[in-house]
């Protein structure tokens, strides 16, 4: 299994408040991703990294940031968050150096409700 | 724009019986990945299949089947002699070599249900 944990597991917070999701993986790949995944819509990409601060904008990236200072550490960042920003937060890696035709590998996931 | 489709959304079969899960897919690349991901109720993702569009040859791994035909845009899912353990949600999901954005697109998930 490709060595990707999630932090915290679960969060309940409040709306308007910030929230930050950490993934971490002690594989060395060089990407990183971020997708919510919510009823009827599958997984959906919102960020990802290609290395070390760098980053780009998925499908559903408004209201999202991200940042990657070390190789290992992708964090996801809800400034304010939003009761629609309740979902499952999934970080993915792939293998290899990245690129389309690679797997991509998901953590355990980050049940978020905002209230 | 890529898109994955999984008109199925739940099926239930009796323990034992085949099944087949549908994906279709739509891209305008000749480049393609597909994959294949098992979505059990403890909540992981776990990958099945990866699949370039350059190999139609029909994959097997023990009860697990793929039939990829490019002709239909089909990259369908066998299961056969089904097992409780099989019951989970499995997703379909599209990659393109031109997109330039590293992007898997999912379909939104079929889920199976397998009664003892």
């Known amino acids: 299994d490709a060595g990707i944990t999630q932090s915290p597991r679960h969060k309940v917070t409040e709306t308007g408040t910030p929230v930050t999701l950490r993934c971490h993986q002690t594989e060395n790949h060089r990407y990183m991703y971020w997708y919510r995944q919510d009823p009827g819509h599958g997984l959906r990409l919102i960020h990802y990294s290609y290395g070390v601060k760098d980053t780009d904008k998925g499908e559903v990236s408004d209201g999202y940031s991200v940042s990657r200072s070390k190789t290992e550490d992708f964090l996801l960042t809800l400034e304010s968050a939003t009761s629609s920003q309740t979902s499952v937060y999934f970080c993915?890696?792939?293998?290899?150096?990245?690129?389309?035709?690679?797997?991509?590998?998901f953590g355990p996931g980050t049940r978020l409700t905002v209230l | 724009a890529q898109k994955v489709t999984q008109a199925q959304t739940e099926i239930s079969v009796v323990e034992k019986e085949d099944v087949t899960l549908d994906c279709v897919y739509e891209?305008?690349?000749?480049?393609?990945?597909l994959f294949w991901y098992k979505q059990p109720p403890s909540g992981e993702l776990v990958f099945l299949i990866r699949?370039?569009?350059?190999?139609?040859q029909n994959e097997i791994s023990g009860r697990y089947s793929w039939n990829f035909q490019k002709s239909t845009s089909s990259f369908n899912f066998t299961i056969t002699a089904s097992q409780v353990v099989d019951s989970a949600v499995y997703f379909c999901?599209?990659?393109?070599?031109?997109?330039?954005?590293?992007?898997?697109?999912f379909g939104t998930g079929t889920r199976l249900t397998i009664i003892p």
């Open positions: 999901a599209l990659s393109e070599a031109g997109n330039g954005n590293e992007k898997l697109t």
């Open positions: 699949r370039n569009s350059f190999d139609e």
């Open positions: 891209t305008r690349d000749t480049t393609y990945y």
């Open positions: 993915a890696i792939s293998e290899l150096a990245g690129g389309p035709g690679d797997t991509q590998y």
